[in-house]
């Protein structure tokens, strides 16, 4: 079984910052993809950020320049730090992992269970 759990949500001013955590913990062999997605009231699921190997990232276009994505491979945690937070980024946000498990060697895209992040003044 492979978990992802998340923290580091809450309330915070407009030009504020958070700092989210995702740890994946279980039977993992290697991660390939962690990522960051968020989904705002009536909305879809939308990406936010990945880090691919713990090396190459990439983000949505209205986060690049505030949000950074890194990821510790030894801890197997993924990070954002959000810097410049406006009202609009207030959602639900999801940790995404794509893990190779020990049981059968194959990969599997898990997902946290989310945390609220709420831009307001």
């Known amino acids: 079984q492979v978990q992802l759990v998340e923290s580091g949500g809450g309330l915070v001013q407009p030009g504020g910052s958070l700092r989210l955590s995702c740890a994946a913990s279980?039977?993992?062999?290697?991660?390939?993809?962690m990522g960051w997605y968020r989904q705002h009231p009536g909305k879809e699921r939308e990406l936010v950020a990945v880090i691919n190997s713990g090396v190459t990232t990439h983000y949505a276009d209205s986060v690049k320049g505030r949000f950074t994505i890194s990821a510790d491979n030894a801890k197997k945690t993924v990070y954002l730090q959000m810097n410049s937070l406006k009202p609009e980024d207030t959602a639900v946000y999801y940790c995404?992992?794509?893990?190779?498990?020990?049981?059968?060697?194959?990969?599997?895209?898990?997902w946290g269970q989310g945390t609220q992040v709420t831009v307001s003044s």
């Open positions: 995404n992992a794509e893990v190779r498990r020990r049981v059968d060697d194959r990969f599997f895209a898990y």
């Open positions: 279980g039977s993992i062999s290697s991660i390939r993809v």
